[in-house]
């Protein structure tokens, strides 16, 4: 069985390397540290019917102002800065802790109707966020769910370096396309740069 690593860095360079086999965590760790990978960087596995994307990025903005903004008022501030993509956030059941599950509806003139997301877990002290994408047609025929975790950790000039991971948890041994993950890595990043964005011109919001 070949499992395939790829790591893709800044500046546009590619690496992929494929393992045959990929013995362990250990090693996969050990050729990142060859690699002296340095934020930002993303870097793409896939493993029988998971697809797992990780990427890590530098932000000037403090962790628990983006966590505050980006993740505990995200039904709130989400729809108010991207209102021509997101129509609104509700939390369909729970109080928005563990075990709540979230519902965003998009506008009409976006490709998906509506996503639901499960939050399984939120850790409010170390800024650690998990949740899962459980329903809606942004999986269409191929994925049964999409889990991703998010984490912002302190930099030492008081900004943040944010961590985030996304598994793709395909049906039967459909992979995902490089295409889709770059889909969505974008339009993640889209909106972590619309909200740091507001929150550097509003230094007193969520401060």
């Known amino acids: 069985m070949i499992k395939t690593l790829k790591i893709l860095c800044k500046l546009d360079f590619h690496l992929y390397i494929d393992v045959l086999p990929l013995v362990s965590f250990h090693r996969f760790l050990y050729i990142i540290k060859v690699c002296h990978l340095d934020p930002p960087f ?11 994307v990780s990427q890590e990025f530098l932000c000037p903005i403090a962790p ?21 993509f997101i129509a609104s956030v509700e939390v369909t059941q729970g ?38 994408m459980i329903e809606g047609d942004a999986l269409g025929d191929k994925l049964e769910s999409i889990a991703y975790e998010v984490k912002f950790e302190a930099a030492s000039d008081g900004s943040s370096i944010c961590k985030m991971t996304s598994n793709y948890n395909s049906i039967g041994e459909f992979e995902v396309k490089e295409e889709e993950i ?17 929150l550097l011109e509003n230094p007193n919001v969520y401060s």
């Open 42 to 52: 993303t870097i793409s596995l896939h493993i029988m019917g998971v697809t797992s």
């Open 64 to 84: 628990s102002r983006m966590f505050k903004a980006l993740i505990i008022d995200s039904k709130n501030l989400i729809p108010k800065l991207l209102p021509q």
């Open 95 to 132: 109080d928005g802790g563990a075990g709540s599950i979230e519902q965003v509806n998009f506008t009409e003139g976006s490709h998906f109707k509506y996503v639901k997301h499960r939050i399984d877990e939120l850790d409010q002290d170390n800024f650690v966020c998990k949740y899962t």
């Open 182 to 198: 770059l889909a969505g890595k974008n339009s993640a990043m889209g909106i972590y740069k619309v909200v740091e964005a507001y």
